[in-house]
């Protein structure tokens, strides 16, 4: 399949739109990540994204719409905290978890009865939902298991010639994941962190959230498939956090501990590494600006890919607020090798 690569004009727009209505898939910017698009409620071009990204089919899709109304399509219940939410932060790096109506394809919902939706932050995806004229499944547009793509280019190293078109729009400002937060009960529950922060959430709400206990668990082994085979009280709720994910071509470590040492620690490794011809990339972010790392860590994964290093050596950051969702993508990509630094 040749893959098209569209720019942002009016044109390649509607040519996008075009191809969503003709149930093909579409790679778009969104603020966040680039996503993977396709016709949300139709089940043939839902199950092309699983085949294009070849991810296992019970992992499912954020939905995105580019208007309030529209949730209307895809559930019957609207709470106020819903509302709330709503109001403060979309569009924007926010995914609620719903109750699902039953039109919406259970392929989309990975079978189950609640749907995952967002309205995005970026012009050119909300006159792409507009002109295709229904809400887009949207999974990011890596390959599953790949670092998640923050440029067209990223899109494009992974998915051309699986998908129709990429349109080619502005890098991704956030450059991590959505927060996605389970609405289906009395307490809101966060289940993947992303930079609107349990604190925003509440003090949006006016009452506590609670935190999916798995987002910082490690899982106990890696199958040699990607799934992850975790023990008895490994179970998220959050169908995507039990696959591998985000994973680097390079050997990584995460360095834990006081930040001097740990700076002291890769500087010893580096010395040792490059000493048997080892090529190593470093990353090491400032903690006082977790958003800058979040805005960087996918790119750079891919960046050290490309350079062809060896060994990835990165100083952990502190696991609250925005530090938090870094650190959820920074451990599964280091697949939980991490150095205790005393
Ligand atoms: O920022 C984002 O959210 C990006 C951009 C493209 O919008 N999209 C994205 O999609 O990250 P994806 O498919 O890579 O991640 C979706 C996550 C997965 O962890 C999935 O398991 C979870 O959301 N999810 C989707 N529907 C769910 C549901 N009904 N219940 C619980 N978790 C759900
Ligand atoms: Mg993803």
Known sequence: METRILGI?????????????TGGLVGFPT??????GANAMDSEAV?????????????P???HIAGEKEMERLTDVITPDMKRLMEAFWPGPLTMVVPARPEVPRVTTGGLDTVAVRMPDSSTALELIREAGCPLAGPSANLSGHPSPTTAAHVYDDLHGRID????????????ESTVIDMTSDKPMILR???????????????????DPAILK?????????????GEDFKPKSPGMKYKHYAPKAEMIIFKGDPEKVRLAIAEEKLLRTGYGQKVGIIIYDNDNPKEAAHRFFAQLRAFDKSGVDVIMAAALEEDGVGLAVMNRMFKSAGYNIREVK
């Open 193 to 211: 962190p992303g930079i609107i922060t349990p604190e925003e959430l509440s003090t949006a709400l006016g009452k506590d959230v609670g935190i």
């Open 61 to 63: 899709m954020i939905v």
């Open 218 to 230: 490690k899982p106990e082994i890696v199958k040699g498939d990607g799934l992850l085979e975790t």
């Open 165 to 176: 078109a990429i349109i080619q729009g502005e890098p991704c400002k956030v450059g991590i």
């Open 9 to 21: 004009s009016e044109k390649d727009i509607q040519v996008a739109a075009d191809i969503l209505k």
């Open 47 to 59: 199950g092309k994204v699983y085949a294009a990204k070849g991810r296992p089919s019970d992992n």
């Open 31 to 36: 603020e966040t990540v680039y996503g993977l």
